[in-house]
């Protein structure tokens, strides 16, 4: 991974603008995300707690930050607890920041060692009324294991019971909704690069290659062109693999006539791109293939001026939805008269279009915000309209990432799309 430059003032303006929200006589404690083990004495490679790293700027393990702005300690309203670097572990497993490295990435003044906490925020939080705990909110995750911030919190509620528990989650969701220039630039990056990536499969795909054999292609050119990876584990499936929504088994082989169905993004400076394009494996479309494919990106170029202040995610998907039926009709998969007579709990598209099309991106790949939303200038969401025909061994999805503005403005306009752009970039 490319070491990107810090940006410290981003950080620090973060945390200030956070700390007009927050209530009087409160304390904050942002968390970082847990090592996880993988087998053995091996653990996953680690990625930062999205929030922290918004805040601080700090990519590190066992880091906690505190921010508590009414204490009469001017060392006491921001303090960033880090790891203590010892010489014999850093043989071993690499450099940790020092207190001097540290503040200057974040530009926090006082920065303690982590085995020191206990009593510096002891101290926050006894000057505090309020504790603000800051959990995972996305609604629809659930894990059965307690996180680091999970734990954190519980220990709290223990230790001081007769404070007042608040949520920091929504005041960050919608501090981190609108994407500040900085953030953008990353993901103009991201999306660059996932692009690159996709001009690089586009030349090695041919039927008999394997479905990992394309993932590597993508990831060798993520990695030379500095990025993190993958921002989450990528869909290639070919054939009847592209039908299943969160296929990553990768394995199959890709066969003459078939189709194959990437979803895939880089992530860059732990911002995110989200991607999806599909690909005839023989190299040029089929009529049916290119009538589906065609009709699918007819809807994605006319939803994207839907992408405007004032609109929702929730709307966005009901609209496009209709544009999508629309298209059905004219493939022949249903009728007028059938869609008049359907049960309206169960409409017939949904049979060939069964998931949303549209979700915030920034830190996360599935970012932070409700699809009620109202959208705002500077949000960032995806916009991916797909269709999926079971009985044809078909299945198209088209996705690119979309800044919300008057004239909305899409970040991956340079990421071929069109029949004619992707099979003469096959053909070459």
Known sequence: MKKLPAN????????????????????????????????????FPYRQSSDLFYLSGID?????????????????REVLFVVKPEPV????????????????????????????????LRDMILSSENIYVNLNEYVKYQNPVAYSAHRFAGELREAYPAHQFKRLAPILTEQ?????????ERMQEACDITGAAFERALKFVNPGVYEYEVEAEITHEYLMRGARGHAYQPIVGSGKNALVLHYIE????????????????????????????????????????????????????????????GNTIDKINKAVWAMMEKEMIGLGLFTKADVD???????LFFKYLMHGVTHFIGLDVHDVGSKYRKLEKGMVLTLEPGIYI?????????????VVEDIPFDLMA??????????ELMNQ
């Open 390 to 402: 079971k009985e044809e061994n078909i299945g198209i999805r088209i996705e690119n990432n979309i």
């Open 341 to 347: 007579n359907q049960d309206p709990a169960n409409p």
């Open 60 to 76: 590190q393990e066992k880091t906690v930050l505190a921010l508590c702005p009414d204490h009469p300690d001017e060392n006491l």
């Open 8 to 43: 410290p003032d981003f950080h620090k303006n973060n945390r200030e603008t956070l700390l007009k929200s927050l209530s009087h006589n409160s304390v904050a404690i942002i968390v970082a995300n847990d090592q996880l083990n993988r087998n053995g004495d091996q653990d």
């Open 176 to 184: 981190r909704l609108v994407k500040q220039t900085y953030e953008i």
């Open 89 to 120: 572990l850093e043989t071993w497993t690499g450099h940790k920041l020092t207190v001097d490295e540290a503040k200057q990435i974040s530009k926090i003044r006082t920065v303690k060692w982590i085995d020191d906490m206990e009593i510096s």
């Open 250 to 309: 990768n394995n199959d082989e890709c066969k003459a006539g078939d189709l194959l169905l990437m979803d895939f993004g880089a992530e860059y400076g732990n911002y995110a791109a989200d991607c999806s394009r599909t690909i005839p494996v023989s190299g040029k479309f089929t009529a049916r293939q290119k009538a589906c494919y065609e009709a699918v990106l007819r809807v994605q170029k006319e939803a994207t001026a839907l992408f405007t202040p």
């Open 414 to 423: 340079n990421i071929p799309r069109e029949v004619e752009e992707i099979e």
